[in-house]
């Protein structure tokens, strides 16, 4: 009998206390910016990332050290002469009225075929050497 009087006695204690309480509503809102955070928190999250990454590249001197200036210069002169002929092939298939040309077209180890869709304009592109494939899909306006 003594033991149903302390827990009535406690519950209605806890019933008098607990009325006079107020909830209120929790809100997240992310850090990171991909996620919808502030976009200032981006440079912050990088840095704190390098910062903690421990891991180096064993290769990378190597790399810079193998080449030398010449042979940096010519590779800078090869990338910028393929540019421009990239550059004029894509020129001469471009008629500003129309836009691209459908066709296949060749350019060293890469094939590039242009073709029309329902989606738009398909543009597939195809390493021979590695059988790698990148598709671009120019919508319709």
Do not use: H
């Amino acid at each position: 009998m003594l033991k149903k009087i302390t827990t009535s006695l406690l519950l209605l204690f806890a019933l008098c206390f607990t009325t006079g309480m107020n909830a209120q509503q929790f809100s997240y809102t992310p850090i990171n910016p991909a996620f919808g955070g502030n976009t200032f928190n981006y440079q912050w999250l990088i840095q704190s990332a390098e910062a903690q990454n421990k891991f180096t590249d064993p290769d990378a001197a190597s790399r810079r050290d193998e080449l030398s200036d010449l042979d940096s210069f010519a590779d800078g002169l090869n990338r910028q002469l393929l540019s421009q002929l990239s550059r004029n092939l894509l020129n001469a298939q471009v008629n500003f009225e129309n836009g691209l040309e459908p066709g296949t077209f060749s350019f060293g180890n890469l094939e590039v075929e242009i073709l029309e869709s329902l989606d738009g304009l398909v543009v597939n592109i195809l390493d021979t050497t590695t059988g790698d494939t990148t598709t671009v899909v120019i919508p319709n306006n």
